[in-house]
């Protein structure tokens, strides 16, 4: 009997495995544009499109270089610059050209579309082609006490939401996101400034973001819904 009893042990630890790994993440819930971590963080999270600097010619360099070097004396908070690269995914450009391609009346375009996508699909196969991307992440911790080493210790034994960290978070979610978006505002007008194009991550693109940073291999094969409506943070494994 004791070894009966061993085995469904193990099972159930391997059925609970992606929950026991998901304990550990410190992310709690993505609403409102809004990252909101366990310990009552906040984060926004901007996507910058890159600049080719090499391009530009001497005096343009300078003033991007003398800009940004404003910018950052501006800034009374921290940043977090985050380079992400990833395999480059056209999954949707390539379904898009697809469908342009099967409705064509036009025999010859129609396989040419189609010889064209399979080309791609097998280049991509082959080559390890990288695409990189740029985000800054802002943070709000005002909020947040330091804690003693035996409170980190206690916090790291256990590491699950609890309903009083939840009950915390809502209650300083209009006065932390509304000084979340003071320092967004702030970042995109500087970094605007100096040429860049920015984007502040809507909550989709920031579940998206997460989904794919913790599952890099799963996120190939099993998309995200595209419905809003199937759009479920608690049922994304991460």
């Not at 366990?38 to 003033?63: C, D, H, P, W, Y």
């Not at 040429?195 to 989709?204: A, N």
């Not at 094969?221 to 759009?231: E, F, G, M, N, V």
Request: aromatic content about 6%; overall charge positive.
């Amino acid at each position: 009997m004791a070894k009966d009893k061993a085995k469904d042990t193990v099972r159930t630890r391997k059925a609970n495995a992606a929950a026991s790994v998901q304990r550990f993440l410190p992310v709690a819930e993505v609403r409102n544009e809004t990252i909101l971590l366990k310990n009552g963080g906040m984060r926004a999270v901007i996507a910058v499109e890159a600049m080719n600097f090499n391009l530009k010619s001497e005096t343009e360099q300078q003033g991007i270089i003398a800009g940004y070097g404003s910018f950052v004396n501006t800034l009374t908070f921290p940043l977090q610059i985050v380079i992400r690269s990833s395999r480059t995914n056209i999954d949707d450009y390539l379904d898009a050209v697809r469908a342009i391609g099967e409705k064509n009346p036009n025999e010859l375009l129609k396989n040419q579309t189609l010889s064209y996508i399979a080309f791609m699909e097998k280049l991509l196969d082959v080559a390890d082609i990288m695409q990189k991307r740029f985000y800054v992440v802002i943070p709000i911790d005002q909020s947040i006490r330091h804690k003693t080493a035996i409170e980190q210790f206690f916090d790291w034994l256990h590491p699950d939401d609890t309903s009083a960290r939840a009950t915390q978070r809502n209650h300083s979610f209009r006065q932390g996101s509304r000084q979340l978006k003071e320092r967004t505002d702030l970042v995109m007008g500087g970094l605007s400034s100096i040429g860049l194009h920015c984007k502040r991550l809507d909550t989709r693109e920031l579940i998206e973001l997460l989904y794919v940073t913790y599952n890099p291999h799963t996120a190939q094969t099993q998309k995200i819904p595209k419905q809003a409506s199937d759009l479920n943070l608690e049922q994304t494994t991460m």
